[in-house]
Each structure stands twice: as C-alpha cells, then as structure tokens.
C-alpha cells in the first residue's frame, strides 16, 4: 500500500481479554518495528523484523506479549491477557532495508484501552 | 546505551516567528544518525528533518534546520515562520549506524509539544 496501515485504529477491551494489533507495512519494505507510546512518555521499542525474522525480542515487556509477520508483510502484535498497564498506543513503522539511514515510515498507531 | 532528552516538555511561539526545540543525547558511538519526527493529533510520525553524525553540515529541509553539536552531543530543531500546521509533538530520535544487536531501533526522546499561536 501506499503507507503502513495499522487496525483497528482504537481498541477498547476488558482486563484479562487477549487482543491482536494488526500492521500492513509498504508493499516491499522488508524491515517492520513496533513501538509502544504510553502516556507522556517517548516511544518504546518492542521488536522489529527483518523479512519473517524477529532476531531480537528482549524489547517485549513480558511473554504476554508475542509478535509475528507472514510473508513478508503483515505482522501481528498479540497481547494476552491484557492488564491496565498495557493501555497506550501501539505504532508500526516500516523501512525498504534493516537500518535505513532515511528514517522509519509509520502507521498512525492502534490506541489500546484496557478498562 | 543510548539514550536521549529532550528538556522542554511544552513549548510556545507565535505565528511566522522562529522557535528552538532542545534535543541533547549520550552516546559512546562515533557515528550515527539523528532525526526530528513531528506527531500531530492524527497519532502518526511524520520525519521532519534527519542528520547524519559524520556530516558536519547542518541539515536543512526548508523552514526546518538543525544545528548539530557533536562534542556537546546536542541537535536542536529551528522552526523558521512557524505556521499553525506546526503544532504538535517534536520528538528526537536516534539511531546506531551498525545494524546489529538491536542497534537498528530508534530511541526516542520523551517529547516537546509545541503550541503555535495565531
């Protein structure tokens, strides 16, 4: 697509539900990070991939939280049973390389809510 | 590891004047990459401007320059004829040049949000 899209735009779920946050990068950029953006805060990094790869996963704040790409190309951000501390906003940002110089392009974020 | 600072968390400046976002950064690496991402209310990053560590030229992309100190570890953001499509939140970035360990995500400063006002 032309940019990175990311769905659902906002989520409202109840403590202890699992949720998915869903990230479709530009057709053919290879390289996919998330980042978490918590209320005044700058932005977290959770993990990136490199093709279907996720080489590094230590940026995840608990094993509730699990990530995977197919394809390529969408990556899914799985959160288990969601806690109140995990409301924020989750971005997806894509790059055509791992380690572009020019900068990531990211989605405008799913707003997790969890009441 | 890196991290970086922003001191200002709120900034204000009037229409068409010229505002300085502070941005300062730690780092033991001697060559790297800096950038300014704007986030306006629609939630994405949008980059601003970007720079790289080894280039001692200030980077310029139209009414957005920098002025980058390496020695001090400082990269400031001028916004020249501020307009109202301006405001937002500014954050500073940055990232290793090596593409290992890691090294390939972003640090994120905590953010300037900055007000323009008619």
């Known amino acids: 697509g032309a940019g990175v899209s990311q769905s659902p735009s906002n989520k409202v779920t109840e403590k202890g539900k699992d949720v998915e946050l869903r990230c479709d990068p530009i057709?053919?950029?290879?390289?996919l990070y998330w980042y978490r953006q918590s209320l005044g805060q700058g932005l977290e990094f959770l993990i990136y991939f490199q093709g279907n790869s996720a080489p590094d996963k230590s940026g995840l704040p608990s094993d509730r939280f699990s990530a995977e790409r197919t394809g390529g190309s969408v990556s899914t951000l799985t959160i288990q049973r969601t806690q109140q501390e995990d409301s924020a906003v989750y971005l997806c940002?894509?790059?055509?390389?791992?380690?572009?110089?020019?900068?990531?392009?990211f989605g405008s974020g799913t707003r997790l809510t969890v009441v | 590891a890196q991290t970086v600072t922003q001191s200002q968390p709120e900034m204000s400046v009037q229409e068409a004047e010229t505002v300085t976002l502070s941005c300062t950064y730690d780092t033991s690496e001697s060559d790297y990459y800096l950038f300014w991402y704007k986030q306006p209310p629609s939630r994405q990053m949008i980059l601003v401007i970007r720079?790289?560590?080894?280039?001692?030229q200030n980077a310029t992309e139209n009414r957005f320059s920098v002025n980058f100190q390496k020695a001090a570890k400082s990269f400031s953001l001028k916004i020249s004829d501020s307009q109202l499509g301006d405001a937002a939140m500014y954050f500073c970035a940055y990232r290793s040049v090596i593409t290992q360990g890691g090294s390939e995500k972003l640090v994120f400063g905590k953010g300037t949000k900055l007000t323009v006002n008619p």
């Open positions: 720079q790289e560590a080894y280039k001692q």
């Open positions: 940002a894509s790059s055509l390389v791992l380690g572009a110089n020019y900068g990531y392009t």
């Open positions: 057709s053919g950029h290879t390289a």
